[in-house]
């Protein structure tokens, strides 16, 4: 049974969308009030640091992040994306949000090297997986993931990670980073058609991006079996150092921005088969990002999943 830590800020809470919103703060005081419900033998809670520009920097350039500060505005919300994609936004208590969200990748890396943990879940917004290098896209500013993956690879003597994501939308942005880079493996399950459009099975970068786009309306079984036979086995393959994991659970069947049918025990199914791979190849490291989720009940109920997924 491995202990899980668990990074997190208020700061993650202040960041506003405005009325009507799907990612808003709500999202992340359920998945919180969730974990807290664990017997805390199992868990560890601690706050989120700020990032570093020069962590940052190792997937996103400073003029780009420049960019993105410089937006930010003194009072209300404003718009960084241009239509139809108007609804990733900058409040003011933005910065700190978007700095402590990537920062706790940091301290989740720095974590599994030093030994101190083997499971850290970053429950953390605004998320990261549809951040591209300089592109701001689909509430996300920095992939958070994929800074953390060039960290464990620039400060440790780590080669090969690999990022699952079972988020219900592709994650173009993570997809983008690595396209060219065969020392990170990228796969993802997602709905398709659906925003952002992405993530076909031909998109394969350098033989390290494995794809599997699913209909509308996919079952539970019919989800499980494709990522098993899509996704997990090239992980297992890979033999990744360690494992990053892109945790979105809109493809649950209560979500309102998807139409998939997952229960909230597939997360455990999933988290299961991810874990029984890092305990194989990884020396079992497993760091995991809250991602996407707009249904507060099903939030609640995947993260126990989840977290009785990581604990294996
Ligand atoms: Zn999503």
Redesign the pocket.
């Known amino acids: 049974m491995e202990k899980i830590r668990v990074y997190s800020h208020s700061a993650c809470l202040s960041k506003e969308n405005g009325e009507g919103h799907p990612e808003r703060k709500e999202r992340l005081e359920s998945v919180l009030e969730s974990i807290q419900m664990i017997d805390d033998r199992s868990i560890e809670i601690k706050e989120a640091p700020l990032a570093q520009f020069k962590e940052i920097n190792l997937v996103h350039p400073q003029p780009y992040l420049e960019e993105i500060f410089s937006m930010i505005p003194s009072h209300g919300l404003v718009g960084v994306e241009k239509e139809p994609y108007a609804d990733t936004l900058l409040c003011p208590e933005s910065k700190e949000a978007i700095l402590r969200a990537c920062g706790s990748g940091i301290s989740a890396s720095k974590d599994l090297m030093d030994g101190s943990s083997k499971r850290v879940f970053c429950a953390v917004r605004p998320p990261g997986h549809h951040a591209e290098t300089s592109r701001v896209n689909g509430f996300c500013f920095l992939n958070n993931a994929a800074v953390a993956a060039r960290f464990l690879q620039s400060r440790y003597k780590i080669k090969k990670v690999a990022i699952i994501d079972f988020?219900?939308?592709h994650g173009n942005g993570t997809q983008e980073i690595f396209y060219e880079d065969d020392t990170v493996l990228y796969g993802s399950i997602h709905q398709h058609p659906l925003f952002p459009g992405t993530g076909l099975e031909t998109e394969t970068g350098v033989g390290n991006i494995f794809n599997a786009p699913i209909e509308a309306g996919t079952s539970s079984e019919a989800f499980l079996k494709t990522f098993k036979e899509k996704i997990l086995v090239h992980v297992d393959h890979f033999k990744p150092e360690v494992i990053i994991i892109s945790a979105?659970f809109?493809a649950h069947k209560r979500d309102p921005?998807?139409t998939i049918n997952l229960n909230s025990e597939d997360y455990f199914t999933m988290t299961q088969d991810i874990i029984e791979i890092a305990n194989r190849h990884s020396k079992g490291r497993v760091i995991s990002f809250l991602?996407?989720?707009y249904d507060l009940l099903a939030l609640s109920e995947s993260i126990q999943s989840h977290f009785k997924g990581l604990s294996l």
């Open positions: 988020d219900v939308h979105g809109d921005l998807a991602e996407g989720g």
